[in-house]
């Protein structure tokens, strides 16, 4: 086994000991090896593609649990420069903030699929797994509606209604499909 694999596997289970990330691995089928999977030659690394990905939609489709049953909720989403968390607003009197504040655990997934309806060979989607937090307004929250507003500029009085709750999510790790089938992993570094 590589040493950077080797490594890296070090690092997970020592972040899973201390309850810093999510189980491993999310994606059995993908294992230990899919954690620094190599690019092709003729594609951009895959954190440019993740960021090229999550900057060219505006939506996402959050998924949420509770009752032991799966919920997916649309979301308006930011996320950071470092690709290591993201942020989406509720409002709090919603079943989606409901469930949030029952289960931390989500996952936020995003595709382009309305831009190649005639050739789903060109489709990407990722999958970004992680815990939410609820974001207090004492906090990071001027950063995230920031964030948000640049993007989503229609949200302004939205994120300024004391009855919205803004959340960020922990990104763990970043699931990336293309053409249906390739599917690779990619962790994003821990800030600070």
């Known amino acids: 086994m590589?040493?950077?694999?080797?490594?890296?596997l070090l690092a997970i289970r020592i972040a899973e000991s201390r309850g810093d990330l999510m189980s491993q691995p999310d994606e059995p089928a993908l294992g230990?090896?899919?954690?620094?999977?190599?690019?092709?030659?003729?594609?951009?690394?895959?954190?440019?593609r993740i960021r090229a990905l999550v900057d060219s939609e505006l939506y996402g489709v959050?998924?949420?649990?509770?009752?032991?049953?799966?919920?997916?909720?649309?979301?308006?989403?930011?996320?950071?420069?470092?690709?290591?968390?993201?942020?989406?607003?509720?409002?709090?009197?919603?079943r989606k903030y409901e469930l949030l504040t029952g289960c931390d655990r989500v996952?936020?997934?995003?595709?382009?699929?309305?831009?190649f309806v005639h050739d789903m060979t060109r489709?990407?989607?990722?999958?970004?797994?992680?815990?939410?937090?609820?974001?207090?307004?004492?906090?990071?929250?001027d950063r995230w509606a920031q964030r948000l507003l640049e993007r989503h500029p229609y949200l302004d009085s939205f994120?300024?209604?004391?009855?919205?709750?803004?959340?960020?999510?922990e990104i763990a790790r970043f699931?990336?499909?293309?053409?249906?089938?390739?599917?690779?992993?990619?962790?994003?570094a821990t800030p600070g």
């Open 62 to 94: 959050l998924c949420t649990q509770g009752s032991q049953q799966p919920y997916g909720s649309l979301v308006a989403h930011a996320f950071a420069p470092d690709l290591s968390a993201a942020a989406f607003a509720t409002p709090i009197t919603t």
């Open 159 to 169: 994120l300024a209604a004391p009855s919205t709750a803004l959340f960020q999510i």
């Open 32 to 48: 230990a090896g899919a954690l620094r999977s190599a690019e092709p030659a003729s594609e951009p690394p895959l954190p440019e």
């Open 107 to 115: 996952s936020l997934v995003v595709d382009n699929r309305a831009r």
């Open 123 to 141: 489709i990407e989607a990722i999958t970004a797994t992680g815990r939410a937090v609820r974001v207090d307004r004492e906090e990071e929250f």
């Open 175 to 188: 699931l990336h499909v293309v053409r249906f089938q390739e599917v690779r992993q990619w962790i994003p």
């Open 2 to 8: 590589r040493q950077a694999t080797v490594e890296a």
